[in-house]
Every structure is written in structure tokens, then in C-alpha cells.
């Protein structure tokens, strides 16, 4: 069975998979990952597909879509399967009682991705809660248990899991706080927003209704009508630097166990992209978010070679002004920055 991609990935584009499977169950995971394995077929794992880009010739292999559900509750413990849409699993713990996961409200996808970047948002991270991962390591073919303090946290939005396919994350095991009261804010705006101070508690579930007004004000939260939010959220990732380029000196920063962190947003704004960015570039399918200048977005109709292009574009423009070089945070999938833009593009208006 084949299968666009385009129905498969909130950024709404990209060829089909050659075979598209789904996986309900972790046996059926598991299952479909080593026969793809035994047969030398490449795969591609989806959940939500809201990090994820795929080029435009699709992917001669098998996209293995986790579908799996289990969620349980145990005292302190939260043990989610990866196919679990992400924000059901905050908004349950917060029901039962949880509390810690309410600055990660809205973000998209599912839990298996959580790990993978490490999420954070408002001030929270994934690995400030996870107790253990379950997966099954596609070298050993064993069902292995990894430790939080084993996945390889740190550096932002890294860990072992990421840009590598050696592990398919099966479940993940978190442990909360009985409380209806928040961790001390961390995060300015939010502390804002609230009437509260950094450092200061509030309930778990104001917190909650902030993140998600403040998500949906920027188009963080998916909907079908608002094209700010076809996109696979920051597309490009906050670069780390062991030391801060002259051009770059007034750019903010902020600590990182691997040197300085730079909020690329920061950078795509300042280097002339403003939010909105891209009406007037090529065919005007995809531009930046017009809420802010971290998202690519498609307008409708975008191809991936079209993404690529002005993702390049705004990665070039980043350079000149700051000598910063971007990256992807997003998963590419036969694409990349270093694509030959689109013929047409030679004639079309460009910045």
C-alpha cells in the first residue's frame, strides 16, 4: 500500500512511501521493524509526522506509522506507549493529579518523538522527568531498557536517539509529582502572562491554559485553516557555538553544557526575515509564520524542493549577517539544505 506523505506530515508535503504500514500494538511495531530489517528494506518511523519533511520522489521503503495506545498510571509513574498523541498525555497526568508536564501543553506529536529532541518548552524539558525508555534496538534485536540519565540529554535537543535509527522507542516511563502546583515558573513570558514573577508556583492548571493560549497566539497549536501552523514547528534549530562571531556579538545568549546558545529566531528576524517573510520569494508558497520567524510554513500547494530552497535562502541571509550557519531541527528525508533550487526559481523573484 502506498502512501503520500503529504497526508502524513503536518507540514502537508513530500512524495508517497513505496509501503505504508501501521503499527497498533508494540508486537506489531517490533514486527514490522524486523521484517523490514530481514529484508533489507529501508524504513521511516512516523508518529504525528510534525518533524518531519520528506522530498518530493517520496521513499523507496516502508513508513512505519506507530499507532500503539497504552497509557497507564501508577502512582507516581506515568508509562506512556509511543504512539500516544503527546498532549493526552499531559492533560491526563494533570486529571490524575501530576503535575510538572504543564509548560509542555500543546506541544505536537506524539510521545515516542519526545525523547528523540528532547522537548522543552516555558522552561521544562522531557529528560527533567523521564525515568527510563523502552526500545527495541534494531543492532541486537533485543527489547532494551534505557535510563534517563543514559539517552544521551544535555546539549539542546540532543540525544542518542536522534539522527540515528539504531532505536525504535516502544515506551517511555516518566515520573511526576503529586501536586496541583507547579514547578517555580522559569520562563519570563509565562511568569508574565500568569501576573507572577520567575521562580514563583502557580496552579497546574493555569499554567496549563497560558502555554496553550500563548502556543495558539504564535501558531504553535495545529489547525487545519491557519497555515502558520502547516509547518513542523522551529525548522531550524538554536545553534551552539563555542565562541560568539563579532557579527554576532548582540545577538542574546544563553548556557548550553556544549558552549552558547543562540535563539535562531533571533537571528532569522535580525538578518532581515521578519515574521511573514516570503510573499514576494519565488511563488509565494512558503514563507515564514507570519506570528514568528522560526517556522517554515506552506502556504498550500508548496513543494518540498520549494522548502528546501528558501530554508536555504534564510540560511544563507543568516551567515552573511551574523556568520552563524543554521541547521534543520526536522527530520529530512531525501532533502536537504544543499538541494539544487527549482528551475523556475533561476527567473523568479527573489530577495
Not at 37 to 60: I, R
Not at 243 to 257: E, G, N
Request: glycine residues 12%; proline residues 5%; charged residues 20%.
Amino acid at each position: 500500500m502506498r502512501k503520500s506523505f503529504a497526508e502524513l506530515t503536518t507540514m502537508r508535503l513530500g512524495g508517497d512511501a513505496a509501503e505504508y504500514v501501521v503499527a497498533a500494538t508494540t508486537a506489531e511495531l517490533i514486527g514490522a521493524v524486523s521484517a523490514a530489517d530481514a529484508d533489507g528494506t529501508p524504513l521511516v518511523m512516523l508518529g504525528e509526522g510534525s518533524n518531519l519533511v520528506v522530498g518530493d520522489q517520496g521513499f523507496d521503503g516502508v513508513a512505519i506509522h506507530v499507532r500503539t495506545a497504552g497509557f497507564a498510571i501508577r502512582g507516581d509513574t506515568v508509562t506512556v506507549d509511543a504512539g500516544v498523541h503527546w498532549d493526552d498525555v499531559v492533560e491526563l497526568s494533570l486529571a490524575a493529579g501530576l503535575g510538572g508536564l504543564e509548560p509542555l501543553s500543546g506541544v505536537p506529536g506524539s510521545t515516542g518523538g519526545t525523547p528523540v529532541q528532547n522537548v522543552g518548552a516555558y522552561g521544562a524539558l522531557v529528560s527533567q522527568f523521564l525515568r527510563h525508555v523502552t526500545a527495541y534496538d534494531r543492532r541486537t534485536r533485543e527489547v532494551i531498557t534505557i535510563p534517563g540519565d543514559a539517552c544521551g540529554f544535555g546539549s539542546h535537543r540532543q540525544s542518542i536517539f536522534k539522527h540515528s535509527d539504531r532505536y525504535v522507542i516502544l515506551t517511555v516511563e516518566f515520573t511526576l509529582e503529586s501536586t496541583r502546583s507547579s514547578r517555580p515558573l522559569a520562563y519570563a513570558g509565562l511568569a508574565q502572562r500568569l501576573g507572577r514573577q520567575i521562580g514563583d508556583v502557580a496552579p497546574t492548571d493555569e499554567v496549563r491554559r497560558a502555554v496553550l493560549e500563548m502556543r495558539r497566539e504564535r501558531g504553535m497549536l495545529l489547525d487545519n485553516d491557519d497555515h502558520d501552523t502547516w509547518s513542523v514547528g522551529s525548522f531550524f534549530i538554536n545553534p551552539v557555538l563555542q565562541s560568539i562571531p563579532d557579527k554576532a556579538r548582540d545577538c542574546p545568549t544563553y548556557p548550553d553544557v556544549a558552549g552558547v546558545k543562540l535563539p535562531a529566531g533571533w537571528l532569522i528576524d535580525h538578518a532581515g526575515f521578519p515574521p511573514g517573510y516570503g510573499a514576494q520569494w519565488g511563488r509565494g508558497r512558503v514563507r515564514l509564520s507570519t506570528k514568528h520567524a522560526l517556522a517554515v510554513t506552506n502556504r498550500g500547494g508548496a513543494t518540498t524542493g520549494e522548502v528546501m530552497a528558501f530554508a536555504a535562502h534564510v540560511r544563507e541571509g543568516v551567515e552573511r549577517a551574523f556568520d552563524v550557519r543554521l541547521g534543520p531541527e526536522c527530520d529530512l528525508v531525501n532533502c536537504s539544505f544543499d538541494d539544487p533550487a527549482p528551475e523556475w526559481l533561476a527567473t523568479a523573484s527573489a530577495r
